[in-house]
T-cell receptor, first 110, second 119 residues
């Protein structure tokens, strides 16, 4: 039973445009939400997070949006750069545990 | 920032042998450490949560006798894959949580992972 789903396994975007990655969840008890970037054979790298009491958080090119009523989380990257190409995972925390989404492979093309 | 060192980065072992993976928090004390497993092109699946000085809590479907976890100190947790078989081949990632870390990552720091290949 996958509690956290990223319905797009892959996404291709042109350099300079906006990348939008989405994440849907079923458990309304999550307290905090994070996005990670991951390369093959490496650990995930933290990007940005948001608390359940907020609906938007921005850090440079990265903005995370949380719609609690829809149980939907999204990450906007603008402008997208070739170095952003990687797999992106959303993760959700409640208590002392993180649950990861299924991942989206982002490819930023020149 | 917080650093978690995971060793080895890759290991090849023969079927039937055991292999140990170490996870160390270098600059903080981690009361809780986590072990994940990632299959190719799939998500990170939590295997178990270990608290210093107590038994690990395993997720449903994870064999605790096969995946032995020890968290003997506040800076070290080990995962031992016992009697390894080819189906245990995977990418294993540890994470440590600093309970006093109030930064944006909620205290979670990840190791760089271990590629286990059982032949």
């Amino acid at each position: 039973d996958q509690q956290v789903k990223q319905n797009s396994p892959s996404l291709s975007v042109q350099e300079g445009r906006i990348s939008i990655l989405n994440c849907d969840y079923t458990n309304s008890m999550f307290d905090y939400f994070l996005w990670y970037k991951k390369y093959p054979a490496e650990g995930p790298t933290f990007l940005i997070s948001i608390s359940s009491i907020k609906d938007k958080n921005e850090d440079g090119r990265f903005t995370v949006f949380l719609n609690k009523s829809a149980k939907h989380l999204s990450l906007h990257i603008v402008p997208s750069q070739p170095g952003d190409s990687a797999v992106y995972f959303c993760a959700m925390g409640g208590g002392n545990k993180l649950t990861f989404g299924t991942g989206t492979q982002l490819k930023v093309e020149l | 920032g917080a650093v978690v060192s995971q060793h080895p980065s890759r290991v090849i072992c023969k079927s039937g042998t055991s292999v140990k993976i170490e996870c160390r928090s270098l600059d903080f004390q981690a009361t809780t450490m986590f072990w994940y497993r990632q299959f190719p092109k799939q998500s990170l699946m939590l295997m178990a949560t270990s608290n210093e000085g107590s038994k690990a809590t395993y997720e449903q479907g994870v064999e605790k006798d096969k995946f032995l976890i020890n968290h003997a100190s506040l800076t070290l947790s080990t995962l031992t894959v016992t009697s390894a078989h080819p189906e245990d081949s995977s990418f294993y990632i540890c994470s440590a949580r600093d309970p006093w870390d109030t930064t944006a990552n909620y205290g979670y720091t990840f190791g760089s992972g271990t590629r286990l290949t059982v032949v």
